[in-house]
DNA sequence: TGACGTCAAGATCCG
DNA sequence: CGGATCTTGACGTCA
């Protein structure tokens, strides 16, 4: 089973995807952004393998306008080498990828326009996925589309439409439920009747379920027939609602105890999940520590290791609890772990135990750091205290330093990349 | 016509 | 001038 996360990571230096607007689009600013996207996704890829996190969606914002005329360029032949050598990376670190573009794309539309264009950009998808050499366990994610009163006609337009597609195209195709129009049986339908493998979301179903009587293990077992050998191990896409938001919101993080009763009640290890959350890689890593069937304490005293300021600033008792917790090197108390993080973060801070984190981490530099150094960092310290100033100006001086002194340890902490 | 969702870029404001 | 904060863009459907 592998478990992942969706287009970008946190706390990760060099991985943000740029773009630009339509007006600003040129040749050479698209060949720069281009440029700049690889690289970061290379540097995505490399801590997805080094984390053991073998699920990744590539963000469809890889190529800016890739599928829009806006971007004449072959990007596929220009940037062959990086594509070559990044998905050399994947298939070495059996990384499983995948693209979903968004709801925008809309392959049943009555409008022959917005169909053109939903072909071009699953085109464009499929360019992708081929560009890194993956194969077609590489999938492209899409919804099923509008239903303009008229739902058979709807799936008619969808299924003719689907039939017009090109090779490189069908063989990555999936499909998901939705959480307005179309169901996870409206779903099966249309795989039955065209033999595209099914994703089951499992917010969306709750959201818009279809038969009551069924729950969603019932229609996992229903998606997992639609899945052939050469598409790879079943995927589903799990999330956990945001209760203080709008309905179909994604929660911050994943409740773990939330996500273990799904998973134990799932009862399988043969398909893969892609978590749909704010948090990104801390929930995926979160989830794939506390699945793991071989377990050592060097996991979580990594995690820990990341996490132990931002505890630390939300809560110095928990942060003690974990230090013991961590102290017995035999077990592997990852449940305990991770409860008491969730504990910690849900604490609110203080500005004075913000203040005492944000000291511990300048106890790195107290001896290598400049007079002006050292005085920047009381200052801003002063003006957090004062109630004028703000954390995220302190961390952003303490990152700098970070980089300029080469703390690697500090680098990797959340910390530095949390409000 | 605005909400929906998503993320940064761009624009503007502030000290 | 730098940093913080607000607005816009880019997409299509539906109320």
Redesign the pocket.
Known sequence: MAIGYA??AIGVPNT?????????VTESRLLELIAHNLAALEELIEYNIKNEITLFRISSDLIPFGS?PLNPLKWWEIFKDDFDRIGVKIKQGHLRVSMHP?????LN???P??VQ?AVDDLNYHAQVLASLNTLSDSKIILHI????DQKELAIDRFASNYKKLEPSVKKRLIIENDE??YSISDVLEISWQLGIPVVFDNLHHQIHPSDPKKNEFYWIEEARKTWKPVDGPQKIHYSQRNTSK?S???SAGIDLDEFMKFYTELGRTDLDIML?V?DKNFSALKCINATRTISKIGTLELEWSRYKYTVLEHSPAIYNQIRLLLNDKTTYPVFDFYHLLEKALAVQWSIGERINAAQHVWGYFKNCATDTEKKQFLKLLEEVENGTG?I??VK?HLLRLSRNYEQKYLMDSYYLYLD
């Open positions: 287009c970008l943000d995807q740029r773009t630009c607007t339509s007006n600003y829009s968004g709801q925008y794309t809309v539309s009555p409008h326009e917005v264009r589309g509008g239903v303009y307005r129009s709008k179909g919101s994604h749909e704010k703000s995220k100006k952003t």
